[in-house]
């Protein structure tokens, strides 16, 4: 099984160039039963029980680097174009641009200069990682159909799970026109033009009922499921749906991937031999991101370490994670869930919105060191978290529309810290609520780059050269 799952690895080592995934198109976008490009070899070497098996594992393994792995992975770079993080080179001088600080700076051209490397950048490598995901599951998904023993088609369902979370993760990253091409388990491929920010957040939610219909025998992919459900239900706007998607999620629910015990895989958060700077936790990034270690709040805590940016200021780190780089990641949660019932609370008048804030903080448990047990097996490949009581000083009622909007999204931004949803919040802020982008981003002066925060509020889509059908974004707008 080692032996198959190297060579399934192999395979799509280059499959994100033509844009993996599913989705509806036009007929003249597809191209199928055609000869297969040269770095995807021949399915059939997969096509066997023990082969669907290695392919399932190895969507799992491609989820776990895409979503939080060290090097090209969502939970940084969603968290450094937000106000969470900054870019390792920051404090450069002028006129100097890191890998990273375009995406830092908000100042990222869809058309990249000459010769630079397009899948080389921080949002470019991050794109071709999730991708490849969605690409891994559905070669992985079509192969369980047809070669796998009935009592195994249940892994489906966690594969629709990691594919809608692929979705969203896009949806929440990049401008609007993604193309979600296809790769089949035969080998067949066919690539399809942009869909749009809300055409993607519509096929996670179909993706997501799909795992919970097919896994329905596993309560921890069927909440893991609803929580995704209704995370692209309220990017929708859809608010008494998304409630109604997490209105039986546990409270002590969680699901986190493991970064233990896997040699060669680590967490983002890694600082160790060869790291010279980690991404600093930001604190009030440009004139008006949000205090996170100034605040001293205990979910967004952070450490000096033994670093420094380029211009001498420390390096904090955050403290829910380990520098060695083996801290789980949650990827959702009760906690969540409920932040997601308040906002719907909120949107409909119900004062209970606070309250179930104040539950949350008086009440309720919070993630500083996930539950560290691992192994390769399906289920514990997620796990739940472990917790602890919250016990932060309840809130009062600002006493205003505006204020109270402002109030549940530094909830949301503090619960969920450093997990991959402020980046996806700070759209929604301008998208379905109409704050202006230069209140919701950081502004003001950027120290290195252009010297300045740009207007960029979503990244570009880089590496679909190999695409006819994709001609760039169609809109940069949240």
Not at 90 to 97: A, H, K, L, R
Not at 156 to 185: K, R
Not at 299 to 321: H, L, Q, V
Not at 422 to 446: A, C, H, K, S, W
Request: glycine share 10%; net charge negative.
């Amino acid at each position: 099984m080692r032996a198959v799952a190297q060579v399934w690895l192999r395979a799509f080592a280059g499959a994100a160039l033509l844009g993996l995934g599913v989705m509806a198109c036009s007929p003249e976008r597809v191209v199928g039963n055609a000869k297969l490009p040269p770095d995807i070899p021949d399915p059939t070497a997969v096509q066997t029980p023990a082969g669907a098996v290695s392919a399932y594992h190895g969507a799992l393994a491609h989820f776990h680097s895409a979503f939080g792995g060290e090097g090209s992975d969502f939970v940084s770079a969603s968290g450094i174009l937000a106000d969470e993080l900054q870019v390792e080179q920051i404090g450069v001088p002028i006129g100097v641009f890191g890998t990273n600080m375009r995406l830092d700076s908000r100042t990222m051209p869809e058309v990249l200069n000459p010769g630079f490397n397009e899948r080389g950048d921080a949002y470019g490598s991050v794109y071709a990682a999730l991708q490849k995901v969605r690409g891994q599951v559905a070669m992985a998904r079509g192969l369980l159909t047809h070669y796998a023993p009935d009592s195994l088609q249940a892994l489906s369902g966690h594969l629709y799970v990691l594919e809608g979370y692929a979705e969203i993760f896009l949806a929440d990253l990049y401008c609007s026109g993604i193309p979600l091409s296809t790769v089949d388990f035969d080998g067949d491929y066919t690539l399809r033009a942009g869909s749009s920010t809300s055409d993607v957040y519509r096929l996670a939610v179909t993706l997501f009922d799909s795992a919970i219909t097919l896994a329905a025998d596993s309560a921890r992919i069927v909440n893991v499921a609803r929580v995704g459900k209704a995370r692209a239900l309220l990017a929708l706007a859809e608010y008494d749906q998304a409630a109604q998607a997490v209105a039986e999620v546990p409270d002590d629910f969680r699901y986190a991937v493991s970064y233990v015990n896997r040699p060669g895989s680590r967490s983002f958060a890694y600082f160790g031999p060869g790291v010279a700077r980690p991404y600093p936790v930001a604190d009030r990034e440009g004139e008006n991101g949000l205090d996170y270690i100034s605040s001293h709040d205990p979910r967004t805590a952070a450490t000096p370490i033994a670093a420094t940016t380029y211009d001498g200021r420390p390096i904090y780190f955050p403290n829910k994670y380990a520098t060695t780089g083996d801290s789980p990641i949650v990827l959702a949660s009760g906690i969540e869930a409920r932040l997601i019932e308040a906002e719907v609370a909120l949107q409909s008048g119900d004062a209970g919105w606070l309250t179930t804030l104040n539950a949350l903080r008086t009440d309720g448990t919070y993630d500083t060191q996930p539950d560290a047990q691992d192994s390769t097996s399906v289920d514990t490949l997620w796990h739940a978290g472990s917790g602890g009581t919250a016990g932060l000083a309840p809130l009062a009622d600002p006493g205003t529309p505006a204020a109270r909007l402002d109030l549940l999204f530094r909830e949301r931004a503090f619960w969920l810290f450093l997990t991959g949803h402020r980046q996806g919040d700070m759209r929604r802020l301008i998208r379905n609520y109409g704050i202006e982008p230069g209140r919701v981003y950081p502004t003001g002066p950027y120290p290195g780059g252009a010297g300045h925060y740009g207007t960029d509020v979503t990244a570009p889509i880089v590496g679909e050269s190999s695409n006819p059908y994709f001609h760039g974004c169609s809109s940069r707008s949240a």
